[in-house]
Nanobody, 116 residues
Framework: QVQLVESGGGLVQAGGSLRLSCAASGSILSINEIAWYRQTPGQERERVAS???????DYADSVKGRFTISRDNAENTVYLQMNSLKPEDTAVYYCRAVVYATRVYWGQGTQVTVSS
């Protein structure tokens, strides 16, 4: 079992920055990947960024150059630094962990709103 708790969402003006946190607990040594997704009403969840156990990262084209995913192993936390935010980045952001390459766990989500 893995528990994920997101934080750091909020309201920001276009061009601003936010840093989201995903704190993991439980069987964290079994986590293969942690990814950030986002979802707007009526839309499917969109994968935003991911970081693998070995440290490799991947980003959606829409956020490349603006968002950075990183982790603090001592704090069991993955971060999503979001810069140059746009109104279209407005969404609920979710943290997802893949365990043993098959089990998937989600956090409860955190709202990000970017005003124009």
């Amino acid at each position: 079992q893995v528990q994920l708790v997101e934080s750091g969402g909020g309201l920001v003006q276009a061009g601003g920055s936010l840093r989201l946190s995903c704190a993991a607990s439980g069987s964290i040594l079994s986590i293969n990947e942690i990814a950030w997704y986002r979802q707007t009403p009526g839309q499917e969840r969109e994968r935003v960024a991911s970081i693998m156990r070995g440290g490799s990262t991947d980003y959606a084209d829409s956020v490349k150059g603006r968002f950075t995913i990183s982790r603090d192993n001592a704090e069991n936390t993955v971060y999503l630094q979001m810069n140059s935010l746009k109104p279209e980045d407005t969404a609920v952001y979710y943290c997802r962990a893949v365990v043993y390459a098959t089990r998937v766990y989600w956090g409860q989500g955190t709202q990000v709103t970017v005003s124009s």
